[in-house]
Nanobody, 125 residues
Framework: QVQLVESGGGLVQAGGSLRLSCAVS????????MGWFRQAPGKEREFVAA?????????DYADTVKGRFTISRDNAKNTAYLQMNSLKPEDTAVYYC?????????????????WGQGTQVTVSS
């Protein structure tokens, strides 16, 4: 079983920045893509960003975060990151990470059964 531990969330004012981390442990298999997702109260979990396995690999972003968020990873540390800049109140949500076989599979949160506890991001106006 793969364990996913998200951290780095918090309360920030609109326009501020946060950097989230996702540590992966357990029975991990590489190469694998990594992705970030979020779920706001009363809404379904949605895709945020994804990155392929290798250095300089392909990235993918939801239109709502493109140009503001940057996904990256450190394979030596089995950790993925999400740098979030120019945060908006509508970015408020619990943020989760997950891994998949290919970046092309990461846009559908319903594909994944194993989730971590997530990390809360709250953006005040």
């Amino acid at each position: 079983q793969v364990q996913l531990v998200e951290s780095g969330g918090g309360l920030v004012q609109a326009g501020g920045s946060l950097r989230l981390s996702c540590a992966v442990s357990g029975r991990t298999y590489g190469p694998y893509a990594m992705g970030w997702f979020r779920q706001a109260p009363g809404k379904e979990r949605e895709f945020v960003a994804a990155i392929g396995w290798s250095a300089g690999s392909t990235t993918d972003y939801a239109d709502t975060v493109k140009g503001r968020f940057t996904i990256s990873r450190d394979n030596a540390k089995n950790t993925a990151y999400l740098q979030m800049n120019s945060l908006k109140p509508e970015d408020t949500a619990v943020y989760y990470c997950n891994q998949g076989l290919h970046i092309g599979t990461m846009r559908s949160p319903g594909r994944f059964n194993n989730w971590g506890q997530g990390t809360q991001v709250t953006v005040s106006s």
